[in-house]
Protein backbone atom coordinates (compact mmCIF):
# COMPACT_ATOMS: atom_id res chain seq x y z
CA UNK A 1 0.00 0.00 0.00
CA UNK A 2 2.59 3.23 1.12
CA UNK A 3 4.90 4.22 -1.29
CA UNK A 4 5.77 4.44 -5.08
CA UNK A 5 3.78 1.10 -6.33
CA UNK A 6 0.47 2.99 -5.33
CA UNK A 7 1.04 5.89 -7.53
CA UNK A 8 2.36 4.23 -10.19
CA UNK A 9 -0.63 2.28 -10.29
CA UNK A 10 -3.24 4.47 -11.46
CA UNK A 11 -1.41 7.38 -12.95
CA UNK A 12 -4.63 9.32 -13.47
CA UNK A 13 -5.63 9.74 -10.07
CA UNK A 14 -5.07 12.64 -8.12
CA UNK A 15 -2.71 11.42 -5.82
CA UNK A 16 -0.85 10.02 -8.26
CA UNK A 17 -0.72 13.81 -10.27
CA UNK A 18 -0.36 15.22 -6.69
CA UNK A 19 3.43 12.85 -6.25
CA UNK A 20 4.27 13.46 -9.71
CA UNK A 21 4.12 17.47 -9.18
CA UNK A 22 5.48 17.49 -5.81
CA UNK A 23 7.53 14.47 -5.04
CA UNK A 24 4.79 13.77 -1.88
CA UNK A 25 2.75 10.47 -1.50
CA UNK A 26 -0.75 10.65 0.97
CA UNK A 27 0.30 6.89 1.06
CA UNK A 28 3.59 8.04 3.24
CA UNK A 29 1.12 8.70 6.30
CA UNK A 30 -0.50 6.07 8.75
CA UNK A 31 -2.79 8.37 10.22
CA UNK A 32 -1.35 9.13 13.51
CA UNK A 33 -2.60 12.36 13.37
CA UNK A 34 -0.32 14.26 14.92
CA UNK A 35 -0.77 16.75 12.09
CA UNK A 36 -4.55 17.66 12.99
CA UNK A 37 -3.32 17.58 17.13
CA UNK A 38 -1.01 20.40 16.61
CA UNK A 39 -3.17 22.58 13.74
CA UNK A 40 -3.69 25.77 15.19
CA UNK A 41 -7.07 25.97 12.87
CA UNK A 42 -7.81 22.29 13.12
CA UNK A 43 -10.78 23.36 15.10
CA UNK A 44 -12.42 25.51 11.98
CA UNK A 45 -11.77 23.07 9.47
CA UNK A 46 -14.41 21.31 8.04
CA UNK A 47 -12.04 17.97 7.55
CA UNK A 48 -9.02 17.39 9.82
CA UNK A 49 -5.84 17.23 8.40
CA UNK A 50 -5.32 14.07 8.47
CA UNK A 51 -9.09 13.78 7.21
CA UNK A 52 -7.81 15.44 4.16
CA UNK A 53 -4.83 12.82 3.61
CA UNK A 54 -7.38 10.02 4.20
CA UNK A 55 -10.05 11.15 1.45
CA UNK A 56 -7.14 11.02 -0.91
CA UNK A 57 -5.57 7.84 0.21
CA UNK A 58 -8.88 5.84 -0.03
CA UNK A 59 -9.02 6.28 -4.18
CA UNK A 60 -12.30 7.01 -5.17
CA UNK A 61 -12.70 9.91 -7.55
CA UNK A 62 -15.89 11.16 -5.25
CA UNK A 63 -13.51 11.31 -2.18
CA UNK A 64 -10.74 13.12 -4.43
CA UNK A 65 -13.66 15.53 -5.23
CA UNK A 66 -14.62 16.60 -1.88
CA UNK A 67 -10.94 17.01 -0.40
CA UNK A 68 -10.61 19.66 -3.42
CA UNK A 69 -13.76 21.27 -2.59
CA UNK A 70 -12.96 21.61 1.12
CA UNK A 71 -12.95 24.45 3.16
CA UNK A 72 -9.64 23.17 5.17
CA UNK A 73 -7.94 23.43 2.20
CA UNK A 74 -7.87 26.86 2.47
CA UNK A 75 -7.43 27.45 5.84
CA UNK A 76 -3.97 25.83 6.07
CA UNK A 77 -1.71 28.69 6.71
CA UNK A 78 1.54 26.13 6.23
CA UNK A 79 2.96 27.29 9.06
CA UNK A 80 4.67 23.63 9.24
CA UNK A 81 3.52 22.61 12.42
CA UNK A 82 2.50 19.51 11.02
CA UNK A 83 5.61 18.33 8.86
CA UNK A 84 7.05 18.76 12.26
CA UNK A 85 5.43 16.62 13.80
CA UNK A 86 4.78 13.98 11.47
CA UNK A 87 6.90 10.67 11.96
CA UNK A 88 6.91 10.14 8.43
CA UNK A 89 7.79 13.50 6.85
CA UNK A 90 4.75 14.18 4.97
CA UNK A 91 5.01 17.46 3.78
CA UNK A 92 1.27 18.51 4.13
CA UNK A 93 1.78 21.83 3.58
CA UNK A 94 2.77 21.14 0.41
CA UNK A 95 -0.03 18.90 -0.40
CA UNK A 96 -2.23 21.58 0.39
CA UNK A 97 -0.92 24.36 -1.69
CA UNK A 98 -1.44 21.55 -4.65
CA UNK A 99 -5.01 20.86 -3.79
CA UNK A 100 -5.98 24.34 -3.41
CA UNK A 101 -4.24 24.90 -7.18
CA UNK A 102 -6.13 21.84 -8.63
CA UNK A 103 -8.96 22.96 -6.60
CA UNK A 104 -8.77 26.45 -8.61
CA UNK A 105 -7.65 24.75 -11.57
CA UNK A 106 -10.98 22.51 -11.52
CA UNK A 107 -13.62 25.31 -10.25
CA UNK A 108 -14.29 23.68 -7.00
CA UNK A 109 -13.19 26.28 -4.45
CA UNK A 110 -15.06 26.33 -1.37
CA UNK A 111 -17.75 28.99 -1.36
CA UNK A 112 -16.61 30.84 2.18
CA UNK A 113 -12.80 30.41 0.50
CA UNK A 114 -13.81 33.52 -1.58
CA UNK A 115 -12.25 35.84 0.74
CA UNK A 116 -9.38 34.15 1.31
CA UNK A 117 -8.70 33.94 -2.00
CA UNK A 118 -9.14 37.77 -2.91
CA UNK A 119 -6.54 38.31 0.15
CA UNK A 120 -4.21 35.94 -1.78
CA UNK A 121 -4.94 37.65 -5.46
CA UNK A 122 -5.03 41.00 -4.06
CA UNK A 123 -1.24 40.52 -2.21
CA UNK A 124 0.50 39.03 -5.21
CA UNK A 125 -1.39 41.79 -7.63
CA UNK A 126 0.23 44.32 -5.37
CA UNK A 127 4.07 42.22 -5.23
CA UNK A 128 3.38 41.85 -9.02
CA UNK A 129 3.03 45.62 -9.65
CA UNK A 130 5.38 46.96 -7.13
CA UNK A 131 7.88 44.02 -6.34
CA UNK A 132 7.13 44.29 -2.58
CA UNK A 133 4.06 44.90 -0.97
CA UNK A 134 1.94 47.84 -0.77
CA UNK A 135 -0.58 48.15 1.65
CA UNK A 136 -3.05 50.69 0.92
CA UNK A 137 -3.25 48.80 -2.65
CA UNK A 138 -3.43 45.46 -1.00
CA UNK A 139 -6.42 46.60 1.31
CA UNK A 140 -8.07 48.58 -1.65
CA UNK A 141 -7.72 46.21 -4.28
CA UNK A 142 -8.76 43.32 -1.25
CA UNK A 143 -11.95 45.50 -0.09
CA UNK A 144 -12.92 46.32 -3.95
CA UNK A 145 -13.28 42.17 -4.43
CA UNK A 146 -14.65 41.24 -1.23
CA UNK A 147 -17.35 44.40 -0.85
CA UNK A 148 -16.07 44.66 2.78
CA UNK A 149 -15.86 48.10 2.10
CA UNK A 150 -16.43 49.35 5.57
CA UNK A 151 -14.86 46.95 7.48
CA UNK A 152 -12.20 47.88 9.56
CA UNK A 153 -12.26 51.77 7.79
CA UNK A 154 -11.87 53.16 11.38
CA UNK A 155 -8.62 51.81 11.97
CA UNK A 156 -7.27 53.50 8.83
CA UNK A 157 -7.12 57.12 10.27
CA UNK A 158 -4.80 56.45 12.77
CA UNK A 159 -2.08 53.98 10.72
CA UNK A 160 -2.28 57.21 8.16
CA UNK A 161 -0.79 59.34 10.72
CA UNK A 162 1.57 57.13 12.63
CA UNK A 163 3.13 56.66 9.67
CA UNK A 164 2.33 52.61 9.07
CA UNK A 165 0.15 53.52 5.64
CA UNK A 166 1.97 54.91 3.27
CA UNK A 167 -0.57 56.25 0.06
CA UNK A 168 1.82 55.50 -3.06
CA UNK A 169 3.57 52.53 -3.60
CA UNK A 170 7.65 52.33 -3.60
CA UNK A 171 8.92 50.50 -6.26
CA UNK A 172 11.79 48.13 -6.02
CA UNK A 173 15.36 47.93 -8.25
CA UNK A 174 15.32 44.94 -10.32
CA UNK A 175 11.57 45.31 -11.31
CA UNK A 176 12.38 42.93 -14.24
CA UNK A 177 13.76 39.97 -11.46
CA UNK A 178 10.23 40.06 -10.26
CA UNK A 179 8.16 39.75 -13.52
CA UNK A 180 10.49 37.01 -14.30
CA UNK A 181 9.57 35.20 -11.20
CA UNK A 182 5.89 35.66 -11.73
CA UNK A 183 6.18 35.00 -15.50
CA UNK A 184 8.19 31.08 -14.57
CA UNK A 185 5.20 30.32 -12.11
CA UNK A 186 2.42 31.27 -14.46
CA UNK A 187 4.44 28.90 -17.20
CA UNK A 188 4.76 25.98 -14.61
CA UNK A 189 0.64 26.20 -13.62
CA UNK A 190 0.02 25.94 -17.68
CA UNK A 191 2.17 22.55 -18.28
Known sequence: MPGSSHGSAHADTLPAKMRAATGE?????YQC???TAGCPL???MDYAPNQIVRL??????ELEEEALKAFSIWLCLTCETCGARCPKEVDLPRIMEYLRQ?????????????????FHEAFLDTIRRNGRL?????ISQYKLKTLHLLQ????????LLRGKLKLLPHKIE???????????TTDHKEE
Open 56 to 61: LQLGFP
Open 42 to 44: AQE
Open 102 to 118: ESLRRGLVHPKAKDILA
Open 25 to 29: SVFNC
Open 134 to 138: HEVGL
Open 33 to 35: GKC
Open 152 to 159: DVLSAPAL
Open 174 to 184: GQDAISRIFER
